[in-house]
């Protein structure tokens, strides 16, 4: 497997990519994975205008917010596809960051809360969840405002790159908003 953002690199991409003297972003740290989960796991997604307006997904898994950027935003039609950019880890207190980043820093424009929620994986723990991700396929279920019901994330398999990957509403019982 080559190169891939997002990773087991924690928050040194991360924090690489920003200043901290400048945004108002959190720095963040890599919370320890306790190996029983005492709390729920979080979602996020941020309405992020930027250069190009775009949502970012964000799953709460181990100790970061393994985030994905959505061009299009979340399809909310089960079938729909949506192209899932992986972006690096951010770290779990990112899940409640709005605000504008500076002209000139990384990611510049105004970042607002989406969604936001509580998720869980048809795996059974963290770590099943993380090697589901290395496989390149999660299912999951989202407990959110707006999004509720089953998701999953597939990686593209003929992609130029291995952080393509798509978000793909499945069918369920739910409706979202
Ligand atoms: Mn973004």
Request: no cysteine; glycine share 10%.
């Amino acid at each position: 497997m080559g190169q891939s953002m997002g990773q087991n690199m924690g928050l040194t991409e991360y924090r690489g990519k920003r200043d901290f003297k400048v945004t108002s972003e959190p720095r963040g740290t890599k919370r320890s994975a306790p190996s029983a989960r005492s709390h729920d796991l979080r979602f996020v997604i941020q309405e992020h205008h930027a250069s190009h307006l775009h949502y970012d997904f964000r799953l709460e898994l181990e100790g970061v917010l393994k985030s994905w950027a959505v061009p299009k935003g979340p399809p909310l039609k089960p079938g729909v596809k949506r192209l899932a950019v992986q972006v690096e880890d951010h770290p779990v207190s990112y899940g409640s960051f709005e605000g504008t980043i500076p002209e000139g820093e990384y990611g510049a424009g105004t970042v607002r809360i989406w969604d936001e929620g509580t998720w869980n994986s048809n795996s059974s723990s963290e770590s099943s969840a993380r090697n589901a991700l290395k496989n390149g396929v999660l299912k999951f279920e989202l407990h959110g405002r707006r999004l509720r019901g089953q998701w999953a994330l597939v990686r593209m398999k003929r992609a130029k790159t291995d952080n393509a990957w798509l978000l793909i509403k499945e069918k369920d019982g739910e409706k979202s908003t």
